[in-house]
């Protein structure tokens, strides 16, 4: 898990949970031990840095997390488990796909690996469903994980090199946030009419695999859960001036409504904006 990622993530209801799981998540979202929501990140990078740095690396935790991101809204609790063994599995076999035997070997070792796979295969005949309630993508934001969501729900909290006056280097503090958060039935709503627009004009400015993609996974979850977007540490790549200009949301919205008006040069001139925002966000994983 990299600090330089971004989240698409479900709160599901605490009603959604069969016992004894819903208890146990009751008595977490009022424990004082939990992580705090400030510094659940540094917690998540702290324990996979440890993993990738282990001798051999540890490509999966033997157990997995109890922890969770924890959301109140009108009185409901809503628990986004991290399912942190479910996810480091799911990346290893990204990890590998399109590379050969012999180069992944130099990252784990054939035994690791097999023991891993092995471990991996063992949990999902047991379990119902390989769907974590969070997604990561480092580096970017995929512009289908913007089609959920509306300009209104952005939350943007910043902090910081504004205080600095003398005008010293950036400091990211651990308050800076970007996120978006809406309720399930809309976010469905709003994948539903994307991808029928997208299908339509054959995805000229959104991959219809990843929308489709984004809508199946929604559907795993409860229909009164909660949708968020977590810039998470892309904000410390950005300053704050980029961030409040930041409407990638508004533009992947306005795309869309130009596909579906047959207004061809708003859907293109919206798409190259969003693409060109991240483009460059994206140089910079190779930058020195």
Same mark, same amino acid.
Request: hydrophobic share 45%; charged share 25%; glycine share 6%.
């Given at each position: 898990?990299?600090?330089?990622?971004?989240?698409?993530?479900?709160?599901?209801?605490?009603?959604?949970?069969?016992?004894?799981?819903?208890?146990?998540?009751?008595?977490?979202?009022?424990?004082?031990?939990?992580?705090?929501?400030?510094?659940?990140?540094?917690?998540?990078?702290?324990?996979?840095?440890?993993?990738?740095?282990?001798?051999?690396?540890?490509?999966?935790?033997?157990?997995?997390?109890?922890?969770?991101?924890?959301?109140?809204?009108?009185?409901?609790?809503?628990?986004?488990?991290?399912?942190?063994?479910?996810?480091?599995?799911?990346?290893?076999?990204?990890?590998?796909?399109?590379?050969?035997?012999?180069?992944?070997?130099?990252?784990?070792?054939?035994?690791?690996?097999?023991?891993?796979?092995?471990?991996?295969?063992?949990?999902?005949?047991?379990?119902?469903?390989?769907?974590?309630?969070?997604?990561?993508? &480092?580096? !970017?934001?995929? *512009? =289908?994980?913007?089609?959920?969501?509306?300009?209104?729900? +952005? @939350?943007? #909290?910043?902090?910081?090199?504004?205080?600095?006056?003398?005008?010293?280097?950036?400091?990211?503090?651990?308050?800076?946030?970007?996120?978006?958060?809406?309720?399930?039935?809309?976010?469905?709503?709003?994948?539903?009419?994307?991808?029928?627009?997208?299908?339509?004009?054959?995805?000229?400015?959104?991959?219809?695999?990843?929308?489709?993609?984004?809508?199946?996974?929604?559907?795993?979850?409860?229909?009164?859960?909660?949708?968020?977007?977590?810039?998470?540490?892309?904000?410390?790549?950005?300053?704050?001036?980029?961030?409040?200009?930041?409407?990638?949301?508004?533009?992947?919205?306005?795309?869309?409504?130009?596909?579906? &008006?047959? !207004?061809?040069? *708003? =859907?293109?001139?919206?798409?190259?904006?969003?693409?060109? +925002? @991240?483009? #460059?966000?994206?140089?910079?994983?190779?930058?020195?």
């Amino acid at each position: 898990m990299l600090p330089y990622a971004a989240y698409l993530r479900v709160y599901e209801p605490l009603n959604a949970f069969a016992e004894p799981e819903k208890s146990i998540w009751a008595a977490y979202a009022v424990s004082e031990k939990r992580p705090r929501r400030v510094g659940a990140l540094d917690v998540e990078h702290t324990h996979a840095l440890r993993r990738v740095i282990a001798v051999p690396p540890i490509v999966a935790p033997v157990r997995e997390s109890r922890d969770a991101y924890v959301r109140r809204a009108e009185d409901v609790t809503y628990i986004c488990p991290w399912e942190t063994r479910l996810r480091s599995w799911l990346a290893f076999d990204r990890f590998r796909e399109g590379m050969s035997e012999q180069l992944a070997e130099m990252f784990v070792p054939q035994r690791v690996a097999e023991q891993a796979d092995g471990a991996f295969d063992r949990w999902k005949r047991q379990s119902g469903t390989l769907s974590p309630h969070i997604l990561s993508s &480092t580096w !970017q934001v995929p *512009l =289908a994980w913007f089609v959920p969501f509306v300009a209104k729900e +952005r @939350w943007l #909290v910043l902090g910081g090199h504004d205080d600095n006056p003398g005008g010293g280097p950036t400091t990211a503090t651990p308050v800076r946030t970007l996120i978006y958060v809406t309720p399930m039935a809309q976010a469905r709503r709003r994948v539903a009419r994307a991808l029928a627009a997208v299908r339509r004009h054959a995805g000229d400015h959104l991959d219809v695999a990843e929308v489709e993609s984004v809508g199946r996974w929604l559907e795993e979850f409860h229909p009164h859960s909660l949708v968020e977007l977590d810039y998470g540490g892309l904000v410390h790549l950005l300053d704050d001036a980029a961030l409040r200009a930041d409407e990638s949301v508004a533009e992947v919205a306005a795309a869309i409504t130009g596909m579906e &008006t047959g !207004q061809a040069e *708003l =859907a293109v001139a919206m798409h190259k904006r969003v693409v060109a +925002r @991240w483009r #460059v966000v994206r140089a910079l994983e190779s930058a020195n």
